[in-house]
């Protein structure tokens, strides 16, 4: 549903400053991103991942700087980017329902809603889980079911804020192969965590958040064999202790 | 939605309310001691089976039936206060005032008679005695017909109560029934109509000491809200109800109305 | 209080008895008080959602006027509603006075501000649940405020009853509007008050008696009612 017309990536962040309670999370962080690699947003707890996440996704305003998509256009935005938070939050309802709650938000005809839902359920394998009450799925269940409401769109972009920080092993590789499975189709992917092994499977490029700075952006093999900054190299190293 | 076939449900259910849609009637202010003597009970069913025209009695005390006429909240006004009835005429808002019926009122007291009142025939004389004993008094203080007589005999006794009342006189505000109730829990003296009285059933320790002084007699009169001030009074249907009341029907059966035996109100229309 | 078995069984005779002026009253009071609660819980839940997801200049005003209403003591309503209503009121000609609509419309006037500010207060919750995720698809205001009503509609349901408590309870009200007509006006609180004020203790106990089985019939109905409904629709 990307109409080739008009497409909002790509997004250019320019010197955004955000600040809370006297305290500045985000210093004067500046990148551009483009359609095609997933990007991973990297970093320690408190480096200001979340709040990135939530000042593109347009949650929130930037104290100072500006956040650009390449489409101003408010309704088309909303439609063409969509977050993953951390922990799913569904509505007392079924499973199917809480999609095609979204889709009607989004103003897609109540014809076209259900079969829509029950596509976007089945690309996260859940089709026969459609009219469970969405609360009493498991966590891992809850995530792809969030996943496939934020897919059932079929947005540009992709947000994800540690999406499986909350999960077991097992759900966690479920929510990545459905992840992987969306970049293949397509969609740009960029997500946040510290999860260094996640980074590396599902990720093309990492821009590291330290303190609230962009510290250093590169391809993830090069990242990861030979990081240029020393906090990268120090929060790798802290990760990963063997290395 | 759901919301709407409530709201549906419940307009439709708003014509089970029995006065939903009852045109024919006419709201009559009266007293709470009136009411609670049982009369209405007995006089009214009479006069809705003759003229199909449902009496819908307002029951509060004199002085709000009577501001209720003022307002026009009320299409008859029958209260027994003559001198504020005959203002209420004279100011405008009533057309004309009927005699209708008069009861009486009786002074109780507590057994021990501490005022030494029992067996007196004088209200004027009683009343002076439990003012030099100081004995417990209540009050109705709530500008009732009842209210009023009592504020009458202490002036008529020489008494600026208001000026020479003490603790032992307990101006409580409330109606006949709780004024009685008040009374017994204090063992106290009370001005009381006897209808409310004789129905009366949390007694304690009182008793009738005085009655049947010509003083305590308690004129009821009866009178149409001026459709001159208050154009949505329903004229026709209210003179029916006065006309009724003092005819010799109306009159008949109130004069039938007995509690236990005794004759409660005694009627005296056109005498 | 010794009265206390003798009253217990005057509530039993009362209730075996159907006596008719009885049913009558009793049936008076639930109309009059479920019916405000109708159009309280329509009026109010909107009103108090909105309250709460929104954010306007004077909000935190409103939401202190709001609790505080939530006291507005019977008889005061009862005065106001009186004063509008009576003929030499600004809405006299509709003729509502001494009726049982004018008894509905100022209980609704009494319970409104109970509903809005307990469902202000659980949407308020709520709303810290859901906000970022509501508002990453896009759903905000009013669309925001309906759909947590919705979603917290069992834990309203408390709301809604202390609403009808409030309701059930009050004689001020409607003792003031209704006027206490026999057989029009009269329901279960002002004929408590009127056995009260003639002495007949024992009857208004027993009355009282009858009245508070009423209402936790009610309670326990709408209760079991919730809990079937919840458990089919989760």
New interface residues.
């Given amino acids: 549903m990307s109409s080739a017309a008009q497409r909002i990536l790509p997004l250019s962040l320019a010197e955004v400053c955000f600040g809370a309670g006297g305290r500045a999370i985000l210093d004067r962080v500046s990148f551009e991103l483009e359609a095609g690699p997933a990007t991973i947003i990297l970093g320690a707890n408190g480096a200001g991942k979340s709040v990135l996440m939530r000042l593109m996704h347009g949650l929130i305003r930037p104290s100072s700087g500006a956040i650009r998509w390449s489409d101003a256009d408010p309704e088309r935005l909303r439609r063409k980017q969509a977050m993953v938070f951390q922990r799913p939050v569904m509505l007392r309802r079924s499973a199917l329902a809480n999609i095609t709650y979204a889709l009607g938000q989004a103003r897609v005809p109540r014809s076209e809603r259900e079969a829509l839902a029950f596509e976007a359920l089945e690309s996260v394998g859940l089709p026969h889980l459609a009219h469970r009450p969405a609360r009493v799925l498991s966590g891992g269940e809850q995530q792809r079911l969030a996943l496939a409401r934020a897919w059932a769109l079929h947005p540009e972009v992709l947000l994800l804020d540690e999406p499986t920080a909350s999960l077991d092993p097992a759900a966690t590789r479920e929510i990545e192969t459905v992840i992987k499975a969306f970049d293949a189709a397509g969609t740009k992917i960029v997500m946040a965590t510290h999860n260094l092994g996640q980074a590396r499977r599902l990720g093309d490029e990492v821009i590291f958040l330290h303190a609230g700075r962009v510290i250093e952006r590169a391809p993830i093999d090069r990242f990861f064999a030979q990081p240029a900054a020393a906090e990268a190299a120090a929060f790798i190293k802290g990760e990963l202790p063997w290395k | 939605m759901e ?1 709407k076939r ?2 549906a449900g ?1 307009l439709a ?2 014509a ?5 849609g009852q045109s024919r009637f006419i ?1 009559v202010a009266s007293t ?1 001691s009136t ?2 003597s049982g009369l ?2 007995h006089l009214l069913p009479v006069f809705e089976k003759k003229t199909g025209i449902q009496v ?4 509060l005390g004199t002085g709000q039936s009577l501001d209720m006429g ?4 009320a299409d008859v006004v029958f209260v027994h206060a003559k001198p504020l009835e005959e203002r209420f005429v004279a100011d405008g808002y009533g057309v004309r005032r009927y005699e209708v019926m008069y009861n009486d009122f009786v002074l109780i007291g507590p057994k021990s008679d501490p005022a030494r009142v029992a067996g007196g025939k004088d209200v004027l004389e009683a009343f002076r005695k439990v003012k030099n004993a100081q004995a417990p008094f209540v009050s109705r203080g709530d500008k009732s017909g009842t209210h009023f007589a009592e504020l009458e005999i202490w002036k008529a006794a020489g008494i600026d109560i208001g000026k020479e009342k003490g603790p032992w006189y307990r101006d409580t505000g ?5 004024a ?2 008040s009374a ?1 829990g204090m063992n106290a003296y009370i001005l009381a109509d006897r209808g ?1 009285w004789l ?4 007694r304690a320790d009182l008793g009738i000491v005085l009655a049947g002084d010509p003083r305590l007699f308690n004129q009821y009169g009866i009178i149409l809200v001026s459709p001159e001030k ?1 154009p ?1 009074v329903k004229r026709e249907m209210g003179q029916a109800f006065i006309d009724w009341v003092i005819s010799s029907e109306g009159q008949r059966t109130i004069a039938a109305y007995k509690i236990g035996g005794e004759q409660l109100f005694f009627p005296n229309a056109g005498k | 209080m010794g009265s206390l078995p003798e009253a217990l069984y005057g509530a039993a005779s009362l209730i075996a008895s159907g006596d008719a002026t009885l049913v ?1 009253i009793i ?2 009071s639930l ?1 009059v008080s479920l ?1 405000a609660v ?1 159009f309280a819980t ?1 009026l109010g839940l909107p009103l108090g959602a909105a309250i709460a997801v929104g954010r306007f200049a004077g909000r935190k005003a409103t939401v202190v006027l709001l609790n505080a209403l939530m006291g507005l003591p019977p008889v005061v309503v009862g005065l106001v509603v009186y004063l509008l209503l ?4 600004p809405l ?2 509709l ?1 509502l ?5 004018a008894m509905v419309i100022a209980q609704t006037i009494l319970i409104l501000p109970i509903i809005a500010a307990l469902c202000r207060q659980a949407v308020e919750d709520a709303w810290i649940e859901y906000e970022e995720q509501l508002r990453s698809l896009g759903v905000a205001g009013t669309r925001a405020a309906l759909t947590l009503v919705w979603e917290i509609r069992f834990s309203l349901l408390t709301a809604v009853l202390a609403g009808l408590g409030r309701a059930s309870a009050e004689v001020g009200a409607v003792m003031i509007v209704g ?7 009269r329901v279960m609180t002002t004929t408590i008050a ?1 056995e ?6 024992p009857l208004a106990l027993s009355l009282g008696i009858v009245l508070i089985t009423l209402v936790i019939a009610l309670n326990a109905a709408a209760y079991w009612v919730k809990e079937a409904a919840q458990r089919r629709y989760g």
């Fill in positions: 919301v409530i709201l419940w259910a708003l089970v309310f029995p006065a939903f709201t709470t009411e609670q209405f009970k819908r009695v307002v029951a003022r307002r026009g909240d409330q109606g006949m029934g709780p009685l109730n017994a409310t129905s009366f059933r949390n208050h949505g | 009558g049936l008076l109309g019916s109708v329509v009576s003929r030499a009121g006299g000609s003729g006075l001494f009726t049982p609509p006027g206490n007509i026999d057989g029009v006006t009127l009260t004020s003639k002495g007949d203790l």
